[in-house]
């Protein structure tokens, strides 16, 4: 069973930064199925930063710039830098692992909360 577990959530100031940490354990054979959302308050889940298939990185264009996506293969973990922050960043941030092309499910973690003060 994939377990996801996301730390690195804070209170922070506009303008600041913040790196979240993924740990990811159970059987995920590839990081390239890894990703980061959000999700706001009244706001649909969206997608912030994913790899892609051949390993290339995809981000939300409110991010472009702002945030990286980053893994260390050896640890299973994927991390998002997230800097230059700004109140409309504030969201709980869940860690993904798309896993149906081969399983059938897709895997979320429990979220951790991200807050920018202004």
């Known amino acids: 069973q994939v377990q996801l577990v996301e730390s690195g959530g804070d209170l922070v100031q506009a303008g600041g930064s913040l790196r979240l940490s993924c740990a990811a354990s159970g059987g995920i054979f590839s990081l390239n199925v890894m990703g980061w959302y959000r999700q706001a308050p009244g706001k649909q889940r969206e997608l912030v930063a994913t790899f892609t298939s051949s390993g290339s990185t995809n981000y939300a264009d409110s991010v472009k710039g702002r945030f990286t996506i980053s893994r260390d293969n050896a640890k299973n973990t994927v991390y998002l830098q997230m800097n230059s922050l700004k109140p409309e960043d504030t969201a709980v941030y869940y860690c993904?692992?798309?896993?149906?092309?081969?399983?059938?499910?897709?895997?979320w973690g429990k979220g951790t909360q991200v807050t920018v003060s202004s």
């Open positions: 993904n692992a798309d896993l149906r092309a081969y399983d059938g499910i897709n895997y």
